[in-house]
Protein backbone atom coordinates (compact mmCIF):
# COMPACT_ATOMS: atom_id res chain seq x y z
CA UNK A 1 0.00 0.00 0.00
CA UNK A 2 1.22 3.67 -0.72
CA UNK A 3 2.68 4.75 2.39
CA UNK A 4 4.48 8.29 3.63
CA UNK A 5 7.03 8.51 5.96
CA UNK A 6 8.48 10.96 8.13
CA UNK A 7 11.09 9.96 9.99
CA UNK A 8 11.59 13.13 12.48
CA UNK A 9 8.50 13.87 15.02
CA UNK A 10 10.11 16.55 16.32
CA UNK A 11 13.44 18.78 14.76
CA UNK A 12 15.04 21.24 16.60
CA UNK A 13 17.29 24.05 14.89
CA UNK A 14 19.04 27.18 16.04
CA UNK A 15 18.22 30.38 13.79
CA UNK A 16 20.35 30.69 11.18
CA UNK A 17 21.16 27.13 10.42
CA UNK A 18 20.15 25.01 7.90
CA UNK A 19 17.35 22.66 8.20
CA UNK A 20 16.26 19.65 6.28
CA UNK A 21 12.82 17.71 7.08
CA UNK A 22 13.16 13.72 5.44
CA UNK A 23 10.10 12.65 3.56
CA UNK A 24 9.80 9.47 1.59
CA UNK A 25 6.70 7.75 0.28
CA UNK A 26 6.35 4.27 -1.20
CA UNK A 27 4.86 4.07 -4.86
CA UNK A 28 6.15 2.59 -7.62
CA UNK A 29 4.29 4.70 -10.58
CA UNK A 30 4.45 8.26 -11.13
CA UNK A 31 3.41 10.82 -7.68
CA UNK A 32 2.30 13.78 -6.79
CA UNK A 33 4.05 15.46 -3.75
CA UNK A 34 2.83 18.27 -1.73
CA UNK A 35 4.27 19.99 1.39
CA UNK A 36 1.55 21.01 3.60
CA UNK A 37 2.40 23.52 6.88
CA UNK A 38 0.38 24.38 10.34
CA UNK A 39 2.09 27.35 12.05
CA UNK A 40 0.47 27.59 15.54
CA UNK A 41 -3.38 28.38 15.84
CA UNK A 42 -3.52 28.66 11.93
CA UNK A 43 -5.04 26.57 9.42
CA UNK A 44 -3.09 23.66 7.64
CA UNK A 45 -1.88 24.91 4.54
CA UNK A 46 0.05 24.00 1.05
CA UNK A 47 3.59 25.30 1.08
CA UNK A 48 4.68 24.01 -1.89
CA UNK A 49 3.76 21.23 -4.46
CA UNK A 50 6.91 19.25 -6.32
CA UNK A 51 5.33 19.69 -9.64
CA UNK A 52 5.58 23.50 -9.16
CA UNK A 53 9.39 23.55 -8.51
CA UNK A 54 9.04 26.63 -6.74
CA UNK A 55 10.70 28.20 -3.82
CA UNK A 56 8.26 28.97 -1.29
CA UNK A 57 9.37 31.34 2.12
CA UNK A 58 13.08 30.02 1.12
CA UNK A 59 11.88 26.38 1.16
CA UNK A 60 12.87 24.29 -1.74
CA UNK A 61 11.96 20.29 -2.20
CA UNK A 62 12.97 17.92 -4.70
CA UNK A 63 11.44 14.77 -5.91
CA UNK A 64 14.06 11.91 -5.66
CA UNK A 65 12.29 8.97 -7.69
CA UNK A 66 15.24 6.87 -7.02
CA UNK A 67 15.19 7.20 -3.61
CA UNK A 68 11.84 7.98 -3.27
CA UNK A 69 12.29 10.83 -1.06
CA UNK A 70 10.96 14.54 -1.24
CA UNK A 71 13.08 16.45 1.34
CA UNK A 72 12.22 19.66 2.39
CA UNK A 73 15.35 22.10 2.57
CA UNK A 74 15.73 25.19 3.90
CA UNK A 75 19.53 27.05 4.25
CA UNK A 76 18.91 29.85 6.69
CA UNK A 77 16.20 28.35 9.04
CA UNK A 78 14.13 31.35 11.02
CA UNK A 79 12.30 31.84 13.66
CA UNK A 80 8.91 31.93 11.91
CA UNK A 81 9.47 28.56 10.13
CA UNK A 82 8.44 27.04 13.67
CA UNK A 83 5.42 24.66 12.98
CA UNK A 84 4.06 21.18 11.60
CA UNK A 85 5.13 20.09 8.43
CA UNK A 86 3.34 17.50 6.67
CA UNK A 87 4.43 15.64 3.48
CA UNK A 88 1.42 14.08 1.29
CA UNK A 89 1.37 12.01 -1.90
CA UNK A 90 -1.28 11.90 -4.42
CA UNK A 91 -1.16 9.61 -7.39
CA UNK A 92 -3.02 9.00 -10.66
CA UNK A 93 -6.27 7.79 -10.16
CA UNK A 94 -6.57 8.56 -6.64
CA UNK A 95 -6.80 12.17 -7.34
CA UNK A 96 -7.79 14.06 -4.11
CA UNK A 97 -7.19 11.25 -2.11
CA UNK A 98 -3.99 12.27 -0.71
CA UNK A 99 -1.98 9.88 1.80
CA UNK A 100 -0.03 12.31 4.42
CA UNK A 101 2.95 11.41 6.88
CA UNK A 102 2.43 11.44 10.54
CA UNK A 103 4.04 15.22 10.19
CA UNK A 104 7.42 16.82 11.90
CA UNK A 105 7.46 19.37 14.18
CA UNK A 106 9.91 21.97 13.28
CA UNK A 107 11.27 24.17 16.29
CA UNK A 108 13.67 27.34 15.01
CA UNK A 109 15.67 28.41 18.39
CA UNK A 110 16.44 31.78 18.86
CA UNK B 1 -12.77 35.88 -0.34
CA UNK B 2 -14.21 33.88 3.09
CA UNK B 3 -11.74 30.76 3.69
CA UNK B 4 -13.25 27.71 4.53
CA UNK B 5 -15.86 27.18 6.92
CA UNK B 6 -16.53 24.61 8.98
CA UNK B 7 -19.34 24.07 11.91
CA UNK B 8 -19.87 24.27 14.86
CA UNK B 9 -15.87 24.00 16.09
CA UNK B 10 -16.20 21.50 18.91
CA UNK B 11 -18.54 18.78 19.85
CA UNK B 12 -19.24 16.63 22.39
CA UNK B 13 -21.36 13.32 22.41
CA UNK B 14 -21.67 10.32 23.55
CA UNK B 15 -21.14 6.86 22.15
CA UNK B 16 -24.20 5.40 19.66
CA UNK B 17 -25.53 8.83 18.99
CA UNK B 18 -24.78 10.20 15.73
CA UNK B 19 -23.67 13.55 14.45
CA UNK B 20 -23.43 15.77 11.60
CA UNK B 21 -20.71 18.62 10.66
CA UNK B 22 -21.09 21.07 7.95
CA UNK B 23 -18.50 22.71 5.59
CA UNK B 24 -18.81 25.52 3.51
CA UNK B 25 -16.04 25.81 0.90
CA UNK B 26 -14.57 28.88 -0.60
CA UNK B 27 -17.09 30.36 -3.24
CA UNK B 28 -16.69 28.69 -6.68
CA UNK B 29 -14.67 25.43 -5.28
CA UNK B 30 -16.67 23.06 -6.61
CA UNK B 31 -14.65 19.97 -4.40
CA UNK B 32 -14.90 19.33 -0.67
CA UNK B 33 -12.55 16.79 1.09
CA UNK B 34 -12.93 15.51 4.64
CA UNK B 35 -10.03 14.15 6.85
CA UNK B 36 -10.11 12.49 10.08
CA UNK B 37 -7.09 13.77 11.87
CA UNK B 38 -5.86 11.96 15.53
CA UNK B 39 -2.34 12.18 17.19
CA UNK B 40 -1.99 8.57 16.48
CA UNK B 41 -3.10 7.98 13.01
CA UNK B 42 -2.27 11.30 11.87
CA UNK B 43 -4.37 12.84 8.50
CA UNK B 44 -6.82 10.15 6.86
CA UNK B 45 -8.59 11.02 4.07
CA UNK B 46 -12.63 10.00 4.44
CA UNK B 47 -14.27 11.28 1.00
CA UNK B 48 -14.27 13.60 -2.04
CA UNK B 49 -17.13 15.18 -3.30
CA UNK B 50 -17.33 17.29 -6.50
CA UNK B 51 -20.65 18.56 -7.74
CA UNK B 52 -22.88 16.89 -5.80
CA UNK B 53 -20.92 13.39 -6.38
CA UNK B 54 -18.71 11.09 -4.00
CA UNK B 55 -16.02 11.38 -6.53
CA UNK B 56 -13.43 9.55 -4.02
CA UNK B 57 -13.78 7.65 -0.47
CA UNK B 58 -11.13 6.57 2.05
CA UNK B 59 -11.16 2.98 4.02
CA UNK B 60 -13.59 4.48 6.74
CA UNK B 61 -16.96 2.23 7.73
CA UNK B 62 -20.42 2.78 6.72
CA UNK B 63 -21.05 4.95 9.53
CA UNK B 64 -19.03 7.66 7.85
CA UNK B 65 -21.03 9.07 5.04
CA UNK B 66 -21.92 12.55 3.63
CA UNK B 67 -23.24 14.66 0.83
CA UNK B 68 -22.48 17.58 -0.79
CA UNK B 69 -25.28 20.12 -2.44
CA UNK B 70 -25.94 22.42 -4.90
CA UNK B 71 -24.15 25.28 -3.51
CA UNK B 72 -21.41 23.10 -3.14
CA UNK B 73 -21.75 22.87 0.79
CA UNK B 74 -21.22 19.25 2.06
CA UNK B 75 -22.30 17.76 5.25
CA UNK B 76 -20.49 14.56 6.81
CA UNK B 77 -22.78 12.47 9.04
CA UNK B 78 -21.30 9.62 11.35
CA UNK B 79 -23.45 7.45 12.94
CA UNK B 80 -23.68 5.13 16.36
CA UNK B 81 -20.59 6.85 17.52
CA UNK B 82 -17.79 5.41 18.90
CA UNK B 83 -14.58 6.29 21.33
CA UNK B 84 -12.32 5.65 18.23
CA UNK B 85 -14.39 8.24 16.56
CA UNK B 86 -13.06 11.26 18.94
CA UNK B 87 -10.38 13.53 16.46
CA UNK B 88 -10.77 16.70 14.44
CA UNK B 89 -12.71 16.69 11.56
CA UNK B 90 -11.03 18.45 8.91
CA UNK B 91 -12.80 19.63 5.49
CA UNK B 92 -10.52 21.07 2.30
CA UNK B 93 -11.80 22.46 -0.52
CA UNK B 94 -10.40 23.45 -4.24
CA UNK B 95 -11.42 24.37 -7.75
CA UNK B 96 -10.42 21.15 -8.73
CA UNK B 97 -9.10 21.92 -11.94
CA UNK B 98 -5.95 20.17 -12.10
CA UNK B 99 -4.83 16.77 -10.14
CA UNK B 100 -2.40 18.34 -7.88
CA UNK B 101 -4.92 21.28 -7.24
CA UNK B 102 -4.50 23.29 -3.75
CA UNK B 103 -6.40 22.12 -1.43
CA UNK B 104 -7.53 25.09 1.37
CA UNK B 105 -8.50 23.47 4.70
CA UNK B 106 -10.88 25.11 7.24
CA UNK B 107 -10.50 25.22 11.26
CA UNK B 108 -12.23 21.48 11.93
CA UNK B 109 -14.31 20.45 14.34
CA UNK B 110 -13.18 18.75 17.42
CA UNK B 111 -15.47 15.83 18.26
CA UNK B 112 -15.41 14.44 21.61
CA UNK B 113 -16.95 11.16 22.36
CA UNK B 114 -17.89 10.09 25.73
Known amino acids: AQRVTQPEKLLSVFKGAPVELKCNYS??????LFWYVQYSRQRLQLLLRHISRESIKGFTADLNKGETSFHLKKPFAQEEDSAMYYCALSYAGNNRKLIWGLGTSLAVNP | KAGVTQTPRYLIKTRGQQVTLSCSPI?????VSWYQQTPGQGLQFLFE???????NKGNFPGRFSGRQFSNSRSEMNVSTLELGDSALYLC?????????????FGSGTQLSVL
Open chain 2, 92 to 104: ASSSAVSTNEKLF
Open chain 2, 49 to 55: YFSETQR
Open chain 1, 27 to 32: YSGSPE
Open chain 2, 27 to 31: SGHRS
